[in-house]
Nanobody
Framework: QVQLEETGGGLVQAGDSLRLSCAAS????????MAWFRQAPGKEREFVAH????????SYAGSVKGRFTISKDIAKNTVYLQMNNLKTEDTAVYSC????????????WGQGTQVTVSS
């Protein structure tokens, strides 16, 4: 199995940028992909972006496309989420997740990191 730890959250102003990191440890070699999700207070958790572990395919939620970029550094077993032009509605707890197969759910989750965007 794989263990995930997010870092990089914080309090920023609207229009600012922030980069989140998700360090993976354990059995990373056979991962299919990793993803970022977020959950705002009182709302359901929502998908933000994902990236293939052994390829370069990425996907984004419409609300972040063009502002957020997901990337990875295999040598460091780390996935990043670069967030630009942040909006107040981006305020949420951001969590990274991993899975070993495209047909399996995301079974592995980090503890989450808070991102707060003030106006």
């Amino acid at each position: 199995q794989v263990q995930l730890e997010e870092t990089g959250g914080g309090l920023v102003q609207a229009g600012d940028s922030l980069r989140l990191s998700c360090a993976a440890s354990g059995r990373t070699f056979h991962l299919y992909n990793m993803a970022w999700f977020r959950q705002a207070p009182g709302k359901e958790r929502e998908f933000v972006a994902h990236i293939q572990w052994s390829g370069d395919v990425t996907s984004y939620a419409g609300s972040v496309k063009g502002r957020f970029t997901i990337s990875k550094d295999i040598a460091k077993n780390t996935v990043y989420l670069q967030m630009n032009n942040l909006k107040t509605e981006d305020t949420a707890v951001y969590s990274c997740a991993a899975r070993y197969s495209i047909v399996s759910p995301y079974n592995y989750w980090g503890q989450g990191t808070q991102v707060t965007v003030s106006s």
